[in-house]
């Protein structure tokens, strides 16, 4: 097993007042030569926005980009004619593709928690498309929970690329054996919240760590804990 740890004292960061973003790999303003991204993970942002601010129009486009809610309410209001809110616990996706322009906001009364995650696709100027999913915590306990895929399905969001993202809410005391195909493979583990170990290596809240070169990962849980595991291709 080969692995990079990415400590939270490391990451970039953007202070608006309003938004607080925390960048895990080079963007916007910050740029870390040996951090360009993780394989086919390019942006892995932990952003933090105000009450009654957010982000204006603004356009993308080849770009699988996904959303997941930790804490507040945000509205999504899109080129495709999407109009709606989504809160803690929901996911949602957009494959940019030929091209789309999108604007979220907090439009709640507490501060929005989410991650923002892009990931290069698959296949070039697809149409765009949108789509959302809820996985309410109640029912996530002491289980890993697909939350994007590349396949299409009911029970999550699906993207136009060879990735899968699943969340974990596991309970002090757990574990959790995680097997995937290596070919072209790599993981990338963020810790939510609480203190786990992947294998040999601790992590603890907001920690994450890339792992390469093995096929099966091995989760105890020294607390009560949330993380995002990213399944991602390493190259085109």
């Known amino acids: 097993m080969q692995f990079e740890r990415y400590n939270p004292a490391e990451r970039g960061l953007k202070d608006l007042g309003w ?12 740029y870390n030569p040996v951090r360009a ?18 982000f204006g129009i603004h356009p993308h486009a080849n770009m699988e980009i996904i959303s997941v809610m930790l804490a507040g309410s945000m509205n999504h209001i899109d080129s495709l ?11 949602q996706i957009m494959s940019a593709g030929s ?32 789509q959302r999913r809820y996985f309410p915590e109640e029912k996530r306990v002491n289980q890993l929970t697909t939350i994007v895929s590349n396949e299409e399905g ?3 969001c699906w993207i136009n690329q060879n990735a ?6 596991f309970e002090q005391g757990q574990s959790l054996s995680y097997e995937f195909k290596p070919l072209n493979k790599a993981v990338f583990v ?21 792992i ?6 091995h989760f105890t849980f020294e607390t009560d804990s949330r993380f995002l595991l990213i399944e991602v291709p390493i190259n085109h």
Not at 164 to 169: A, N
């Open 19 to 30: 938004l607080k973003s925390n960048f895990v790999f080079s963007f916007s303003g910050h």
């Open 190 to 210: 963020f810790n939510i919240g609480g203190t786990l170990q992947v294998n040999d290596q601790t992590l603890r809240q907001r920690e994450a760590i890339g």
């Open 164 to 169: 899968k993202l699943s969340l974990g809410y």
């Open 99 to 130: 091209g789309l322009r999108h604007e979220e906001h907090n439009v709640g009364e507490d501060e929005v928690n989410f991650l923002q995650i892009w990931i290069e696709p698959k296949l070039q100027n697809i149409t765009p498309r949108y």
């Open 212 to 217: 390469w070169d093995t096929d099966q990962l």
């Open 154 to 156: 009911p029970a999550h």
């Open 37 to 54: 991204g993780f394989g086919l993970l390019r942006v892995f942002n932990d952003d933090y926005v105000e009450p009654g601010n957010g």
């Open 81 to 91: 004619g999407y109009k709606e809110v989504v809160h803690k616990d929901w996911v």
